[in-house]
């Protein structure tokens, strides 16, 4: 019986029928192997960091100077989480648990995760790059900070360190941005209102505000009504020179918070029309316009990939890419598989754009598009895997796992961390659990890689 790998990894053609010489690693530790909840590898300033949960399931930061050997370990303290048996700093069988990692402008390292519809997790370090003095902080700005989801550090072009998360839950949240002052060593909210706002009714799934080459950050959503993930519906689009002044594709302002009423919609999809927040994604053509890929039904309703783009005349300009005989059916609670996913599109030289794609129906490839119309016009090879063919197969014995990797990349460099789990489970405890898995940390030549560099949450 063939063993799985995890579906991005399928997606991408990546069942291993032998094994070659595996590249050298460095084994940091065995992990929890029972759900897929992704972890965080951080390489920046000479510095490498990772968080992940071991096999008790604690969270446990790692950090080492670049090239060096030794690794500094932590396992910062936790508080009781309220309804819940277990401690902040441990973790259940829920994959939106994700973790993230990043530096702030002293070199201070700030940790967040472990939360669905928790209060806030965060640890922030002392001293530069010294993972021995993480502290856990309760609060950022102490406001709206009991019912936390999807923790995102990023960073302004001028280095400005920010956090977004969703206060409230699945069909009924705001999104909020948060600040950090590196003089003050404290958070302060960017925006006096959420920029997103479910207004009690539903709440927005976003992509990471996409830096463009035309100085805009770019962000992309779609609403949700419940938890059931077949309520996703109104795909929908704004942009922003500072994060703090919002405009639509027309350059017409957006007051705060951007609700459903006021939202620039790219697609009208209504429930149980196709939109799935994980499969969307916004890239650039040639004269630096963005261009969105995501997933709906077609009127067949089957899966498909459609590319928009703001038109001329105001609204958004759709074209189908994909020419699938397919249905992705999905609905329910709980965190899902992929079986569809998109890349963002990029300009060739040529004005052409090309996409990636993965199906677990239709394989793994790129298109090619034409930069004036978006029609499909060529079919090319899949990117590169993130992880390399001796590294894709399965090691454990253990019934149903699957590979999972994340890939981090600095001057030149690239680095993928790889363990194993069991695959998804609606987020629902399982009767048993497999024994941890080993979680290895390679350096690879680097090369072009998939626009899916995590796999996991």
Request: net charge neutral; aromatic share 10%.
């Amino acid at each position: 019986m063939k063993r799985l790998v995890s579906s991005w990894l399928l997606a991408l053609g990546a069942v291993v029928m032998a094994r070659a010489v595996e590249p050298a690693g460095k084994l940091i530790d065995r992990v929890w192997a029972g759900h897929p909840v992704s972890f965080a590898l951080l390489t920046e300033r000479g510095h490498q960091f990772i968080a992940y949960y071991d096999a008790e399931r604690r969270l446990t930061v790692a950090g080492r100077k670049l090239d060096g050997e030794i690794w500094t370990r932590v396992q910062p303290a936790g508080v009781p989480v309220p309804g819940a048996k277990r401690d902040s700093n441990v973790t259940n069988w829920d994959s939106h648990n994700f973790l993230r990692l990043t530096l702030d402008r002293d070199g201070c390292l700030h940790v967040s995760g472990n939360m669905h519809v928790n209060p806030l997790v965060y640890y922030r370090t002392r001293t530069p790059f010294d993972v021995t003095t993480l502290e856990r902080l309760d609060r950022m700005t102490g406001e709206r900070e009991m019912r936390c989801t999807y923790p995102l550090f990023f960073k302004t072009a001028a280095g400005d360190l920010l956090f977004r998360y969703r206060d409230g839950s699945s069909g009924n949240g705001s999104d909020l941005y948060n600040l950090y002052d590196p003089a003050t060593r404290s958070w302060r909210r960017l925006l006096d209102t959420p920029l997103l706002d479910g207004e009690g009714h539903r709440n927005a799934y976003a992509t990471e505000p996409t830096l463009g080459p035309d100085g805009f950050f770019h962000l992309l959503w779609m609403w949700r009504e419940s938890p059931d993930a077949s309520t996703n519906h109104t795909l929908s689009y704004a942009r922003s020179r500072d994060l703090v002044h919002w405009e639509n594709s027309r350059g017409a302002a957006l007051n705060l918070p951007i609700t459903l009423a006021t939202s620039d919609v790219i697609d009208p999809a209504k429930v149980k029309e196709g939109l799935i927040n994980m499969t969307m994604a916004v890239g650039f053509d040639a004269a630096k316009r963005p261009v969105v890929t995501y997933h709906r039904y077609d009127a067949r309703g089957k899966s498909q990939v459609f590319a928009a783009r703001p038109g001329g005349a105001g609204g958004w300009d759709v074209r189908q890419v994909s020419e699938w005989d397919f249905r992705w059916e999905f609905s329910g609670g709980g965190s899902l598989a992929a079986e569809v996913s998109v890349g963002a599109p990029r300009a060739e030289k040529d004005g052409t754009l090309v996409m990636s794609y993965q199906s677990m129906v239709a394989g793994s490839g790129r298109w090619r598009l034409r930069g004036d119309t978006l029609q499909r016009v060529g079919d090319l090879t899949a990117p590169a895997p993130i992880l390399p063919e001796n590294l894709r197969g399965v090691r454990s014995d253990y019934p149903g796992m699957e590979v999972q990797a994340i890939g981090s990349s600095a001057e030149g460099r690239r680095w993928v961390l790889r363990w194993e789990t069991l695959g998804r489970n609606r987020d629902l405890p399982r009767t048993a659990a497999p024994p941890p898995t080993e979680l290895w940390l390679y350096e690879l030549p680097d090369a072009e890689t998939s626009d899916a560099t995590r796999v996991g949450s």
